[in-house]
């Protein structure tokens, strides 16, 4: 979804207004991009590191998550300084001077406890989590399960300690369960914001050993060999790095790096819209219609051809900005939440580059504009991908219209409609086709051209 800096802003992106010219800046990203390069290069070392002797699924999932999850938290905190930032709701002056309730601490350790106890109750009831109920994702449930426990205590003592306003929205569910007054709205932020990541968890970290076998089906030399077969040796890893990251989102949700939760979607037909690009919904609206099983792009392309070259350059470009965008979000990649605007990488150009590039890459995947028996059943076949790809475009006008009240999320839109690769491009083709005008004659810069 649509969440330092390289880039050091004026305050929520203000416009710095003179007589000629109004300019604004690109707000400052809730990511980091040192933070992502940091992820990145973890995954790689331990991707090597892996390669040295065989481990278990259990043990792929815990290396290919933990390390890049340390080094960015490490980058995040050290050199970003994410831990002091207002928007954390905390002040490290309190640590000394502030006051400890044990009986508000104790309220938010049972608010988390209950909600975790109703979720590990829903995994062991509904059928559609009965892969992860044994094997290595039973072992990894446990070990996390285990951590929480333990550690959630510590966690809610100190972030209660140093919180401006320590009745936050883990404080409002506690009371809610105690039947005491509390803010409802808060209340339902926390069980849904749970309830998210309860949602995603299992799905993503239970793919992950799957794609790295996927991913060292065949070595670099043997995909090398063909640009076809390397085609899809890249793409593996970029799935694989996808989940790695969208995982490490899902499991950090702390105050402490910023990544909290700050709040959730309201509308039902943004947590419709969403959920249907899921499983166990996505076989029936997407997989269930069936459009790709005729046809793929290398069965009516020749992948030798210079057009399958092409076509082959086009999907490795278009994944690639695509995987880029959601690697964007560091350490906050979640759906249906506020966590901050992202407005680096991908999201400095356009917004919604990664709902755009994926639905891009189906088509250039699927082809379904290639006849295949007749006219009509590519008609069909580009119907229904064309369905496909008005849920995302409902899912992008869902998420600007939960983000429309958020000053950041105002003046990034501001700034991608003054600024993005659209508004980029349209100046280019207007000064290309317009004549010289008496500005450029006088050396008067445009404020196009000044930026």
């Given amino acids: 979804m649509s969440l330092t800096n390289s880039i050091r802003a004026r305050p929520s992106g203000q416009a710095t207004e003179s007589p000629t010219t109004t300019i604004f800046a690109c707000p400052q990203s809730a990511s980091s991009p040192p933070t992502v390069i940091a992820g990145l290069l973890a995954v790689a070392w331990a991707w090597w590191l892996s390669g040295w002797w065989a481990i278990s699924p259990l043990q792929t999932v815990a290396l290919l998550v933990g390390v890049p999850m340390l080094a960015m938290i490490v980058v995040d905190i ?46 062991w009831l509904l059928k559609e989590y009965a892969p992860y109920r044994s094997g290595h994702m039973l072992r990894l449930a446990a070990g996390i399960a285990t951590l929480a426990v333990l550690l959630t205590p510590l966690y809610v003592a100190v972030v209660d ?92 949700a702390s105050r402490l790096l910023d990544t909290h939760y700050r709040g959730v979607y309201r509308r039902a037909g943004s947590w419709f819209v969403t959920g249907i690009c899921y499983p166990p919904y996505n076989t029936v609206f997407f997989t269930g219609t069936g459009f790709y099983q005729v046809r793929y792009w290398d069965s009516v392309i020749a992948v030798d051809s210079f057009v399958g070259l092409v076509w082959m350059a086009l999907i490795a470009v278009v994944c690639t900005i695509y995987i880029g965008a959601n690697l964007s979000f560091g350490l906050r990649f979640s759906n249906l939440s506020k966590r901050g605007i992202v407005t680096t990488g991908p999201y400095a150009l356009m917004k919604h580059p990664a709902y755009f590039f994926k639905n891009v890459s189906w088509w ?29 475009y409902l899912r992008a006008r869902c998420e600007e219209i939960e983000l429309a009240d958020d000053p950041q999320y105002q003046a990034y839109c501001r700034y991608i409609e003054r600024h993005g690769l659209v508004a980029r491009l349209r100046s280019a083709m207007t000064v290309t086709s317009s004549p010289s005008s008496g500005n450029r004659a006088s050396g008067v810069q445009t404020e196009e051209e000044r930026t």
Avoid: N
Wanted: positive net charge; glycine residues 6%; proline residues 3%.
């Fill in 78 to 123: 050290a050199f970003v300084r994410v831990h002091r930032r207002t928007t954390t709701g905390l002040d490290f002056s309190r640590f000394r001077r502030g006051e400890t309730s044990l009986s508000r601490i104790a309220v938010k350790v049972l608010a988390f406890y209950a909600v975790w106890a109703g979720i590990a109750l829903l995994y």
């Fill in 161 to 252: 300690r140093l919180q401006t306003d320590p009745h936050d929205e883990v404080w409002h569910f506690g009371q809610w369960l105690l039947g005491r007054p509390h803010d409802a709205d808060k209340a339902r932020t926390h069980l849904l914001a749970s309830g998210l990541r309860a949602f995603f968890l299992p799905f993503l970290l239970g793919s992950i050993s799957k794609l790295y076998l996927a991913s060292e089906a065949i070595s670099f030399s043997e995909a090398s060999q063909s640009t076809h077969r390397m085609l899809y040796y890249y793409l593996d890893k970029l799935w694989l790095l996808d989940s790695i990251f969208a995982s490490i989102g899902y499991l950090l």
């Fill in 364 to 392: 250039l995947m699927y082809v379904p504009f290639a006849v295949v028996g007749s006219p009509f059943e590519a008609l069909r076949a580009c119907l229904l991908l064309a369905m496909g790809s008005g849920i995302y």
